[in-house]
């Protein structure tokens, strides 16, 4: 039988340190961003390609 098939062995996940989770707030605060640029960026070098492209 599969360990998650036996309720007996569920145990609840380890607590998050509080500066842990701040970090990773933090993190994500800064990385959304980027993410949205490099994003937009990759859909304009297309457009543009796109345009020049026969």
Do not use: K, N
């Amino acid at each position: 039988m599969d360990m998650l098939e036996i309720p007996s062995t569920w145990t609840a996940e380890p607590v998050r340190p509080r500066w842990q989770s701040a970090l990773r707030f933090a993190g994500s605060i800064v990385w959304f961003p980027v993410v949205c640029v490099l994003w937009g960026a990759v859909a304009a070098a297309f457009i543009v390609v796109g345009m020049f492209a026969r």
